[in-house]
C-alpha cells in the first residue's frame, strides 16, 4: 500500500481540487492517503472528507508592505522543520502539493528528506508557492497548456474537477431541491467560499428586477445569509454541498474567475458571467478570464460597474449565442484527472532516487 500526502490550502480554491484527486485515487484503491495543511478552510473540507489531517503554521506573504512580512524567514523554517517531522514518522511515498502557502513548507520538508514531490497549478500565471517549489518536483502539472512551457519540468494535464458536478441529467429534478413549480430561467450567482460583496450587493440592489424575468439561487458565503432577503422564486444559501445540482439548475452563472469555476464552467458548457477579481490578489483572475474571454468563453464584466450594469449584461449573457458555441466546442470540455492520476502512478512507481 503505497502513502500519498496531500497539502494546499489557504483558500477553497487550492483545496477543492486536490479533493477530486482524493476521490478518484480512493475509487481505485491501492493507497493510504494522508493530508497536511495549516489551520485554514483545508482543515474543515479535510475531515469532512474523513482524510486523516496533520496541522502546522504555515506563513502567509502579505501583498502590500507591512512588518509582519519580516519575520516570514523565520516562520517559515520553523514551518518547514515541524513538516519535516511529520512526513520523516510518516514516510510517504510522494507528496501532491495543489499550491497555496500552505504547500510551500511541506513541499521544500519533503525535498530536503528526497520524498517525490508533484505540484500542480491551477492558474494561466504561476503561483508564487509553485515558482518557488518547481526545481524540487519531479514534475509542475498545469491546467492551461501554455503554463507548462514555462517550465522544464512542466506537463499539460489539464484541470481536476470533482466528479460529482457532472452527476445531473435531469435538469428540471435538480431545480426541484431549490425552487418549487417553477419555470423561469435560473440564474445562479456565487462568489467564492466567504462570499464576493460585490456579487452579493449587485444581486440585492436589482433582486426585484431580476425576480421578474429569473429565478436566482444565490450562494452568499460566511456569515451572509443573514443579509439575503426573503422573495418568491429566490434562494439564497450560505454555502451549498452539492454543486452539481446547483450548476445543474442554472442557466447563467455569475461568479469570480477562479481557475477551478472556469474550468468548471466549460466542462459543463454553462455560459457566464465573470467578475474577476482585482483589490487584494496578484492579479491571476484577471489573466484567467482574459484567457477564457478570448476564446468565447466566457463574457465580463468589472466590478466597479456589477450593480449599474447587472440588468443589462445578464440579458446580454442569455442572448449570446457566439457564447453557447463556443462552450460547445470547448478544448476544454474533460477533466484533467485521468492525466493527473497517470502522473502520480508514474512518479509512485518510480520511487525515491
Not at 490550502?9 to 484527486?21: C, D, E, Q, T
Not at 483545508?42 to 502579505?62: D, G, T, W
Not at 431580476?210 to 451572509?224: E, F, P, S
Not at 455560459?271 to 491571476?284: A, K, N, T, Y
Amino acid at each position: 500500500m503505497k502513502k500519498i500526502f496531500f497539502t494546499g490550502g489557504g483558500s477553497a480554491g487550492h483545496v477543492v481540487p486536490n479533493l477530486a484527486i482524493i476521490h478518484d485515487l480512493r475509487k481505485k484503491g491501492g493507497y493510504t492517503i494522508k493530508y497536511l495543511g495549516s489551520d485554514g478552510i483545508e482543515k474543515r473540507l479535510v475531515n469532512e472528507a474523513n482524510v486523516p489531517f496533520y496541522q502546522i503554521s504555515c506563513p502567509k506573504l502579505v501583498r502590500s508592505f507591512t512588518p509582519k512580512n519580516l519575520a516570514i524567514p523565520f516562520s517559515l523554517c520553523k514551518a518547514v522543520r515541524d513538516a519535516r517531522k511529520i512526513l520523516r514518522e510518516e514516510k510517504p511515498d510522494l507528496v501532491f502539493s495543489k499550491g497555496g502557502y500552505v504547500s510551500l513548507p511541506v513541499c521544500l520538508a519533503a525535498a530536503k528528506d528526497g520524498i517525490p514531490v508533484l505540484t500542480h497549478e491551477s492558474d494561466l500565471s504561476p503561483g508564487l508557492a509553485t515558482k518557488l517549489i518547481a526545481k524540487k518536483c519531479r514534475r509542475v502539472l498545469t491546467s492551461f497548456p501554455e503554463t507548462a512551457e514555462t517550465f522544464r519540468n512542466g506537463t499539460f494535464t489539464g484541470s481536476p474537477l470533482r466528479a460529482e458536478l457532472f452527476g445531473y441529467t435531469d435538469k428540471a429534478q435538480a431545480r426541484k431541491r431549490f425552487f418549487a413549480l417553477r419555470d423561469k430561467p435560473v440564474i445562479l450567482a456565487f462568489g467564492g467560499g466567504s462570499g464576493a460583496a460585490a456579487i452579493n450587493n449587485a444581486v440585492f440592489e436589482n433582486l426585484n428586477e431580476l425576480l421578474k424575468r429569473y429565478d436566482v439561487l444565490h450562494i452568499v458565503g460566511k456569515n451572509n445569509e443573514k443579509n439575503a432577503p426573503e422573495r418568491a422564486g429566490y434562494a439564497a444559501y450560505e454555502y451549498i454541498d452539492d454543486m452539481g445540482a446547483a450548476y445543474a439548475c442554472a442557466d447563467l452563472v455569475i461568479a469570480r474567475a477562479g481557475s477551478n469555476t472556469l474550468f468548471e464552467l466549460a466542462a459543463l458548457k454553462l455560459p457566464s458571467m465573470i467578475v474577476p477579481l482585482r483589490r487584494g490578489s496578484r492579479g491571476d483572475q484577471v489573466e484567467n478570464a482574459a484567457y477564457f474571454q478570448r476564446r468565447g468563453l466566457i463574457r465580463t464584466v468589472d466590478e466597479n460597474r456589477l450593480s449599474a450594469d447587472l440588468l443589462k449584461e445578464t440579458e446580454a449573457a442569455i442572448r449570446d449565442t457566439g457564447m453557447r458555441a463556443a462552450l460547445n466546442n470547448s478544448p476544454f470540455s474533460k477533466s484533467g484527472n485521468e492525466a493527473i492520476l497517470s502522473a502520480i502512478e508514474n512518479v509512485v512507481s518510480e520511487g525515491r532516487p
